[in-house]
Structure formats: C-alpha cells, structure tokens
T-cell receptor
C-alpha cells in the first residue's frame, strides 16, 4: 500500500487566499484525522471522521477552517480566507482502529 | 488535566551507545500509549504502541518501551543507537476504550547522534 497520501507537499499563498489540502487515506481504514503541527503548539487534532462522517471538529480553530470527506478515499481541509497564523504543517492520518496510527507526509503551508 | 510530558527537549547520544527517552502522562482513562518518530520533512511513523498485556513492548527499528503504571511512564529505549536514528520522537496517549479519541502528543524530543 502507498500509505496516506497528501497533496500538495508544500503550499505558499498570500493572506486572504483560499487554500485546499487533500488527503487519500489507506484503503480500508475507516477513520481519518487531520492534525496541525506548529512549533508553539505542537501537534493538535483539528477534526476526525469515521466512515466519512465528521465525529469531532472541536479542534478546528475557527469558521475559516472546514473539512469534508465525500467518500472513503478522499478528504479535504479548506482554509478560507487564509491568514499568516495558519502557517503550519498539516498532517492527515488514517487507521482502522480509531487512533491516528498512520500519518501522511504532511503539507507545509506558508501564508504570506 | 490530560497531558503528556517529554522532559528532554534535546538529547545527544554517541553512536553505539544506549538510549532512553522519557515520557510521562496524566490521563483519566485507561491509556493507550504510542511512540512516533519524525524525520525532518517527513510525517510521523509509528514505532510501537501499548494497550494491554506485557508491559514491555517491542517496536520497529530495534526500539522497545516499558509501561510503568505506578510511575505513569512509557519510556522508549534502544540498546545501541545508529546515526540514522537521529530524528524527533513523540510520545502520545489516547483512551483505550474510546475509538477516535484525540491522541494527546508530547512536545517531542530531538535526538542527535554523534560519531
């Protein structure tokens, strides 16, 4: 299996622009997680899905952030409008067990 | 409050020497414990996990960890470190009986390996 796939790997955008991050989980995994990693706050869970349904989005920082999972093999995390403080590495993870065991390589987002 | 503490921000070990990375947790429920490794520019790779049974668990790359309930610790060890082990290591805890519960991560320990 190719593992969790994320795209793009790097994204540089200007403040106010819309950013869409994409994730393909490992086939057969019914849990998908979005994490954010920053130097100041470490790794934080933003949202997770079970069987394509959002279960807990309490970690989503504000309404500018939204996530969808239209099917079992694809999820997006959207930031609109983006702000410099959103700069971070965003990880997608999937698992069959309900715990984030398999992480993707991450998307490094820089908002200028 | 639920938390994971990795007391050492940065550790340097000579190649071939033994390694122990410390992890202490505070968690209200029965814990499910993990160690991850992150190389620069890469995602997190699961090294090992513990949820029940033998308190000494073996992982990939020659790592092991011991769960000590009385000390609320889950320290990671390796008998002989290789230069390729230089990376950042994260300890994490989740609720054993609650699938989908957010893992709580420590701040990480950066391991440097000297020759």
């Amino acid at each position: 299996d190719a593992g969790v796939i994320q795209s793009p790997r790097h994204e540089v955008t200007e403040m106010g622009q819309e950013v869409t991050l994409r994730c393909k989980p490992i086939s057969g995994h019914d849990y998908l997680f979005w994490y954010r990693q920053t130097m100041m706050r470490g790794l934080e869970l933003l949202i997770y899905f079970n069987n394509n349904v959002p279960i807990d989005d309490s970690g989503m920082p504000e309404d500018r952030f939204s996530a969808k999972m239209p099917n079992a093999s694809f999820s997006t995390l959207k930031i609109q409008p983006s702000e410099p403080r959103d700069s971070a590495v965003y990880f997608c993870a999937s698992s069959p067990s309900g715990r984030a065991e398999f992480f993707g390589p991450g998307t490094r987002l820089t908002v200028l | 409050a639920q938390s994971v503490t990795q007391p050492d921000i940065h550790i340097t070990v000579s190649e071939g020497a033994s390694l122990e990375l410390r992890c202490n947790y505070s968690y209200g429920a029965t814990p499910y414990l993990f160690w991850y490794v992150q190389s620069p520019g890469q995602g997190l790779q699961l090294l090992l996990k513990y949820f029940s049974g033998d308190t000494l668990v073996q992982g990939i790359k020659g790592f092991e960890a011991e769960f000590k309930r009385s000390q609320s610790s889950f320290n990671l060890r390796k008998p002989s470190v290789h230069w390729s082990d230089a990376a950042e290591y994260f300890c994490a805890v989740g609720a054993l009986n609650q699938a989908g519960t957010a893992l709580i991560f420590g701040k990480g320990t950066t391991l440097s390996v000297s020759s």
